[in-house]
């Protein structure tokens, strides 16, 4: 079935008549220590062999998405008198990160098929397997999750953000905030034209931690106990430190 | 702002130095670890709760650690009491965790935690409250206070003389104090002092000089157990957070000890009193009050 489905898809777009040309500012991010959140800019080139087609306007949409992981919504509800969680949702996987930037408004650039398709939005992004059976209104749960994460700029829908000129050049500049997770961040480039879906580009950003980040992390994956020691005697060695300094601040 | 390789947040250093001096004076004044204050507050900055846990059991071992230094100096640390009250911490925390993940598995862990907060947060610092009251207008009123009850406690087996705090009681009722605040830290993911040091002073009768010392030094060795535990379980202690929240920390305590010292003790407990109540009302007002967002996003299986 998928098989047919990326046949069909294939013969959707069968001349690639316009291709995309990327570059990126950056296709590595480092969180180091005083990591405060990145900006990436990606700007690109159409590349064609044929004349501009003029029947319809070209639009780019750009995403970029975190590694996805399974995630838990739960609501509250008032029972005797006090909030208390009573439903939960469990997302089968969700982007940890979800940013997307069109050229022109949502409606104009992609339609619902090709949406679908490509999971290009960000519901369609947010996969939830068997969600009619956990509870009564998955639809609730699924947008409270977009609005928590867009509020904490995780998710971004920025519409008319990608600047296109002469449907040849394209630049836009997508916002990362500070609390990322590692991983691969798949970015696409689409190309549509009358909500159709006609090109396709994609790579990936790395973002990694480096320097000491690493080595924390490394050490409380691999040696737990080393780091949890290690961890004790930091707290021990500063108490005593912070002890003896008073003491001799108190005395001389 | 610095980047948190655990928790995988950034925050404000400063705010977390700040936050660290803060709890720490309350800390080494009140000899409580402070994680019934500084948890909360981790979560308030967006810390994730399983990272926040883990991390102030760490920080709490530094606190306590510096302050206990600092009683010891004084020699109001009643070590044989000590011992006895983390041979029983240490049984009451193991069975602690088992009950914690019977009520995980039951899925209602975060309420039952909260609930566990305000019930006994009311309880104890309303009893303080009203007792310190009493006591300082006994005080005014020139009477003297009585100063040893003769209660059913006295009449217990296994008696055991504890010179610093001038007490000859069976060891029974320390080791039940010892287990019942292991049950509660475990399932509070606190060191217990709070609910410690009010039962050292009204169960077991300990003056009140020495049960601050006392505390901390049972909340060291407590709170290093479950550090240990959450570092090779859960992976959720952030060294580089322990390490900001603990130089504010261990410096606070220091403040903390010599404040501490300069007070009366009714003073002392009546602040308490008041500090505990806050923290109650605050809980209670969460849980009471319609929550703008009824939906919170969490990890599969934390809480």
Redesign the interface.
């Known amino acids: 079935m998928r098989r047919l489905v990326f046949l069909l898809a294939l013969f959707a777009m069968p001349l690639q008549a316009e291709e995309v040309v990327l570059g990126l500012s950056q296709d590595q991010v480092s969180i180091s220590t005083n990591f405060d959140g990145s900006e990436i800019t990606l700007y690109g080139a159409i590349k064609r062999e044929a004349p501009i087609p003029t029947e319809e306007p070209l639009q780019v949409v750009v995403t970029i998405s975190g590694p996805k992981e399974p995630v838990t919504v739960r609501r509250k509800d008032r029972r005797l008198g006090i909030w208390v969680n009573v439903d939960a949702l469990s997302v089968s996987a969700a982007p940890s990160f979800y940013a997307i930037a069109t050229s022109a408004d949502w409606g104009d650039v992609i339609n619902e098929a090709d949406d679908l398709r490509h999971t290009i939005s960000i519901p369609r992004a947010i996969r939830s397997v068997g969600a009619w059976s956990q509870v009564d209104e998955p639809r609730d749960f699924i947008n409270a999750l977009i609005r928590i994460r867009t509020d904490n700029g995780l998710y971004a829908l920025k519409e008319n953000a990608v600047d296109l000129r002469d449907s040849t050049l394209f630049t836009t500049s997508i916002q990362m905030p500070a609390n990322l997770t590692e991983g691969d961040y798949a970015t696409r480039i689409f190309l549509t034209r009358s909500g159709k879906v006609i090109s396709k580009y994609e790579t990936s950003i790395d973002v990694r931690k480096v320097g000491l980040e690493r080595w924390l992390f490394n050490l409380s994956r691999k040696q737990p106990l080393v780091y949890g020691l290690l961890s004790l005697a930091i707290a021990i060695a500063a108490g005593w430190g912070a002890s003896a300094a008073f003491r001799l601040i108190r005395s001389g | ?3 948190l ?2 928790a ?3 925050v404000n250093a400063f705010l977390l130095l700040g936050l660290g001096g803060a709890v720490g004076v309350l800390s080494g004044m009140f000899g409580v670890g402070g994680g019934f204050l500084m948890t909360p507050l981790l979560f308030f900055i ?1 810390i994730p709760p399983a990272v926040a846990v883990a991390t102030e059991a ?2 709490i ?7 206990v ?2 009683h010891l ?1 004084r020699k109001t640390v009643d070590l044989k009491m000590g011992v006895v009250l983390l041979i029983g911490g240490l049984v009451g925390a193991a069975l602690g965790v088992s009950v914690f993940n019977y009520l995980k598995s039951l ?2 862990v ?2 039952l935690v909260k609930l566990c907060y305000v019930l006994f947060l009311g309880i104890i610092g309303g009893l303080m409250f009203v007792e310190s009251l009493n006591a300082i207008r006994k005080t005014k009123s020139g009477k003297p206070q009585p100063r040893k009850k003769h209660n059913w406690i006295h009449g217990l087996p296994f008696k055991m003389r504890f010179r610093t705090s001038g007490l000859y009681i069976s060891v029974i009722p320390p080791l039940i104090v010892g287990v019942l605040v292991g049950i509660l830290a475990a399932i509070m993911g606190v060191g217990g002092g709070f609910i410690m040091v009010p039962a050292m002073i009204y169960l077991l009768g300990m003056p009140t000089k020495v049960v601050v010392g006392t505390s901390l030094f049972q909340i060291i060795f407590v709170t ?1 157990f479950t ?2 535990l ?4 859960n ?1 959720t ?1 952030d ?2 957070l ?2 900001l929240l ?2 504010g920390g ?2 606070g ?2 403040f903390g000890t010599v404040i501490g010292a300069r007070l009366k003790a009714e003073q002392l407990r009546i602040l308490l009193a008041i500090m505990v109540l806050v923290v109650c009302g605050k809980l209670a007002l ?6 703008s ?10 809480h």
């Open positions: 702002m610095i980047y390789p655990i995988e947040v950034s967006g760490n920080q071992v530094a606190s306590s650690f510096s302050g230094l600092a100096r899925g209602q975060d309420l290093g550090t240990l959450h570092a090779t379980t992976y202690v060294m580089v322990a390490v603990l130089v261990v410096v305590a220091q969460d849980l009471l009050i319609q929550p967002e009824l939906f919170s996003v969490g990890a599969v299986g934390g």
